[in-house]
């Protein structure tokens, strides 16, 4: 048997998404380039639950147990890259996820998420978009289009 050890990484301004200066995708668009290092705390939390899991299974009798500190090939939660927030200087829409340069563009996915919880984000991706398009509805009357 395996266990899975899911950390959260505390919000950490040096992990990024940025656009890859050379790389592209096959249609030419340029592609993102993450920036991410596993913080002291993270590898803390990762450790001790290492522990854990290991003593869990020996425990449960187990004579042989392997571990690997980190699986390279995970990370399928696509968040963050237009985060939310109320300054143009630092979030890329409001938190109705109408962006700030344009204001007839709305964003309604898991790139408006400021930080990632260690678990599923679907939900909240589902509730913000409802949430974002009841606001929409109910400001349509006041709804400005680029000059
Ligand atoms: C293997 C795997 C398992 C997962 N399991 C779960 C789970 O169990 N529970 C959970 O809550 N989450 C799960 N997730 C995460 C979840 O699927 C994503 O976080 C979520 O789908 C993100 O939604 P989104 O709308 O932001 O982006 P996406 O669902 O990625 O939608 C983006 C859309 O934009 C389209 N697109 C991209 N570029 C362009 C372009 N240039 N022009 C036009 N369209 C474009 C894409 O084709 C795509 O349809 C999983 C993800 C993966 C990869």
Same mark, same amino acid.
């Given at each position: 048997?395996?266990?899975?050890? $899911?950390?959260?990484?505390?919000?950490?301004?040096?992990?990024?998404?940025?656009?890859?200066?050379?790389?592209?995708?096959?249609?030419? +668009?340029?592609?993102?380039? +993450?920036?991410?290092?596993?913080?002291?705390?993270?590898?803390?939390?990762?450790? $001790?639950?290492?522990? &854990?899991?290991?003593?869990?299974?020996?425990?449960?009798?187990?004579?042989?147990?392997?571990?690997?500190?980190?699986?390279?090939?995970?990370?399928?939660?696509?968040?963050?890259?237009?985060?939310?927030?109320?300054?143009?200087?630092?979030?890329?829409?409001?938190?109705?996820? &109408?962006?700030?340069?344009?204001?007839?563009?709305?964003?309604?996915?898991?790139?408006? $998420?400021?930080?990632?919880?260690?678990?599923?984000?679907?939900?909240?991706?589902?509730?913000?978009?409802?949430?974002?398009?009841?606001?929409?509805?109910?400001?349509?009357?006041?709804?400005? +289009?680029?000059?």
């Amino acid at each position: 048997m395996s266990w899975g050890i $899911f950390g959260e990484d505390l919000p950490d301004e040096a992990n990024r998404v940025t656009v890859d200066a050379a790389l592209t995708d096959s249609s030419g +668009i340029p592609a993102p380039k +993450i920036t991410y290092a596993v913080s002291e705390n993270s590898r803390r939390l990762l450790d $001790f639950h290492i522990a &854990r899991a290991t003593e869990s299974l020996h425990t449960a009798g187990a004579y042989d147990v392997a571990t690997e500190a980190l699986m390279r090939s995970s990370g399928w939660h696509l968040l963050g890259t237009a985060r939310m927030g109320t300054d143009p200087r630092t979030s890329v829409v409001d938190p109705y996820g &109408r962006s700030h340069d344009i204001p007839n563009l709305y964003v309604m996915d898991g790139s408006v $998420f400021v930080t990632s919880g260690g678990v599923n984000p679907t939900s909240t991706i589902t509730a913000l978009a409802l949430r974002s398009t009841e606001h929409l509805i109910a400001s349509r009357r006041d709804q400005r +289009i680029p000059a």
